[in-house]
């Protein structure tokens, strides 16, 4: 027996129709040096018709390539709409890969056409003639350099067409975005999103037990629109009517809590180094202003216990933690409570990865391959599955991240009888010391919430007894001080005493990836290069 139901295919146009016509007013805000600009969903959505047959007339053809190098403002939502809906390939290209690994992916990736802002010029142009595939480049703002050699100005290319063009029907399944991972191990690997996996992921972000994205909603856009599609937010917001403050370059705690104070959002997405910056700015600030966030949805890397009692403590704003990676889109567990949770244990549930949303699958599994008990106490491997979850990358064979058909994260902790993952490590970071796991996540966790203590960071180093120990890499505070004997102190009264470190490192900076997540390979290098000064306790 057949449904008798119609079969209209899920597509990005269809997101961006409802946004138009149901939403029309609702605005995309970009903040620039000289203030605030405002355009409506239907001034977006117009703009990105005249965008999309422009760019027809200059030669882009179903399934091609069009990249971007921008921030987020409103340009690129209009490059959002434009090029997926017109049947070619949105590719968001890392504005702070290194100039090899950006040559890397544009090549890969067979990019015929970059827009550009004018003020990444100057980091474009450092490939330029590495990029052999690109035809056109097109900038968005003024630049006289001609760095780039012959180029296209965005405004004049956009304006001289018409609004109207008309969404083709396509193959829901097609190809629409293209994001590549950021590289920490490798060169990157390309994903790329289909229509119908954005629709349901779109779809899961406006649901209460996830992100709950609403037409109530005024979303700041801090995670970068080049990174896992702004974790989805951007057509989400067309979908649910949530308005978008979109920050550009001004992403240090300083601009954003100005934002947050002028601008009024109700809702926040970005990194948790991001949201340290913010508390650090307000520290001494009695008069900020954050009133207006119902919550901040943080992920990327795990967020510590202290940050999010920070944010509930001093401002009564709930911390959103959420879960994924590239290759999921990224949504796939966010940390909200469970109905009933007594408030002083909600906390207890917010420091963990995240519950599992509907529609993916998750379990953990041994090194052997046989799936572990959902007891919340096995520790093995995550892996996924589901309608936007990847089942490959692009261009490339990788079968060591795929079993039965699951996606391997990489990822390694233990979930939940109801749903909720706790992860311990990244299968690279996990520090195996006399046969036992120590968590280098739970450790940096611990650390950040002593006063003294700005950032921290854990490696596993070589041990002649243990096999692997923990070497603590700790940044302070301005004007605070602190020694290693006081740190491993304050430890030991939280961990087993067999966690308990023996190595410190006084550090600047905890170097960061190109998405704002603590780099320890590079902390790793410097520690095999003798290049990492610490001291050993007794």
């Known amino acids: 027996m057949k449904s008798t139901m119609q079969d209209a295919p899920l597509l990005i146009s269809g997101i961006i129709r409802h946004g138009e016509y149901v939403y029309s007013e609702k605005k995309v805000l970009t903040v620039t040096p000289e203030g605030v600009e405002e355009a409506t969903f239907v001034q977006v959505a117009k703009r990105a018709e005249q965008l999309a047959a422009a760019l027809i007339k200059l030669g882009v053809q179903p399934g091609d390539r069009v990249a971007t190098f921008m921030w987020n403002n409103q340009a690129h939502m209009e490059a959002y709409v434009a090029v997926p809906c017109m049947g070619a390939v949105l590719h968001t290209l890392n504005i702070r890969l290194f100039s090899d690994q950006l040559a890397f992916i544009i090549n890969h990736a067979e990019d015929s056409v970059i827009i550009v802002d004018s003020s990444l010029v100057p980091a474009l142009a450092k490939v330029r003639d590495q990029i052999p595939t690109v035809k056109h480049i097109i900038i968005h703002g003024h630049d006289e350099s001609g760095a780039l050699g012959t180029t296209i100005d965005y405004e004049t290319f956009l304006t001289s067409e018409s609004a109207g063009f008309e969404w083709p029907t396509?193959?829901?399944?097609?190809?629409?975005?293209?994001?590549?991972?950021?590289?920490?191990?490798?060169?990157?690997?390309?994903?790329?999103?289909?229509?119908?996996?954005?629709?349901?992921?779109?779809?899961?972000?406006?649901?209460?037990?996830?992100?709950?994205?609403?037409?109530?909603?005024?979303?700041?856009?801090?995670?970068?629109?080049?990174?896992?599609?702004?974790?989805?937010?951007?057509?989400?917001?067309?979908?649910?009517?949530?308005?978008?403050?979109?920050?550009?370059?001004?992403?240090q705690g300083e601009p954003i809590v100005k934002m947050i104070q002028e601008l009024r959002p109700t809702i926040s997405l970005g990194v948790p180094t991001v949201w340290n910056d913010v508390l650090r700015v307000t520290e001494n600030k009695p008069e900020a202003d954050l009133s207006s966030l119902r919550g901040i949805v943080a992920g990327g890397s795990a967020v510590p216990r202290a940050m999010i009692e920070a944010f509930r403590d001093r401002f009564g704003?709930?911390?959103?933690?959420?879960?994924?990676?590239?290759?999921?889109?990224?949504?796939?567990?966010?940390?909200?409570?469970?109905?009933?949770?007594?408030?002083?244990?909600?906390?207890?549930?917010?420091?963990?990865?995240?519950?599992?949303?509907?529609?993916?699958?998750?379990?953990?599994?041994?090194?052997?391959?046989?799936?572990?008990?959902?007891?919340?106490?096995?520790?093995?491997?995550?892996?996924?599955?589901?309608?936007?979850?990847?089942?490959?990358?692009?261009?490339?064979?990788?079968?060591?991240?795929?079993?039965?058909?699951?996606?391997?994260?990489?990822?390694?902790?233990?979930?939940?009888?109801?749903?909720?993952?706790?992860?311990?490590?990244?299968?690279?970071?996990?520090?195996?010391?006399?046969?036992?796991?120590?968590?280098?996540?739970?450790?940096?966790?611990?650390?950040?919430?002593?006063?003294?203590?700005?950032?921290?960071?854990?490696?596993?180093?070589?041990?002649?007894?243990?096999?692997?120990?923990?070497?603590?890499?700790?940044?302070?505070?301005?004007?605070?001080?602190?020694?290693?004997?006081?740190?491993?102190?304050?430890?030991?009264?939280?961990?087993?005493?067999?966690?308990?470190?023996?190595?410190?490192?006084?550090?600047?900076?905890?170097?960061?990836?190109?998405?704002?997540?603590?780099?320890?390979?590079?902390?790793?290098?410097?520690?095999?290069?003798?290049?990492?000064?610490?001291?050993?306790?007794?």
């Open 317 to 538: 704003i709930d911390v959103i933690q959420g879960w994924g990676m590239t290759e999921t889109s990224p949504l796939a567990a966010v940390s909200i409570p469970p109905s009933g949770t007594p408030k002083d244990l909600e906390i207890d549930y917010r420091v963990k990865a995240g519950r599992v949303v509907a529609g993916v699958e998750v379990r953990v599994t041994a090194e052997d391959g046989s799936v572990l008990p959902r007891d919340g106490k096995t520790v093995g491997e995550f892996e996924i599955r589901g309608p936007w979850i990847t089942g490959s990358y692009f261009g490339t064979d990788d079968p060591e991240k795929f079993h039965d058909d699951w996606l391997r994260t990489g990822d390694i902790g233990a979930i939940d009888g109801e749903g909720f993952m706790t992860i311990s490590d990244r299968s690279k970071d996990v520090i195996k010391s006399g046969g036992e796991w120590i968590s280098s996540v739970e450790l940096e966790g611990l650390l950040m919430a002593h006063p003294a203590v700005f950032e921290a960071a854990v490696i596993a180093v070589p041990d002649a007894r243990w096999d692997e120990r923990p070497l603590c890499c700790v940044v302070l505070r301005p004007d605070a001080s602190v020694s290693a004997e006081e740190l491993r102190d304050f430890l030991s009264t939280r961990v087993a005493k067999w966690w308990l470190p023996e190595r410190w490192a006084f550090i600047v900076t905890v170097p960061k990836t190109s998405v704002g997540k603590f780099d320890k390979k590079v902390l790793r290098a410097e520690y095999a290069e003798d290049a990492l000064p610490y001291v050993t306790l007794d």
């Open 170 to 251: 396509l193959d829901e399944r097609s190809a629409a975005i293209m994001c590549y991972t950021s590289g920490t191990t490798g060169n990157p690997k390309g994903v790329v999103y289909s229509h119908r996996s954005t629709w349901l992921h779109s779809m899961a972000s406006t649901t209460s037990n996830s992100i709950g994205l609403s037409e109530r909603d005024r979303c700041l856009l801090i995670v970068p629109m080049f990174h896992v599609s702004a974790w989805g937010a951007a057509y989400t917001a067309f979908f649910a009517g949530t308005e978008l403050i979109m920050p550009q370059m001004f992403l």
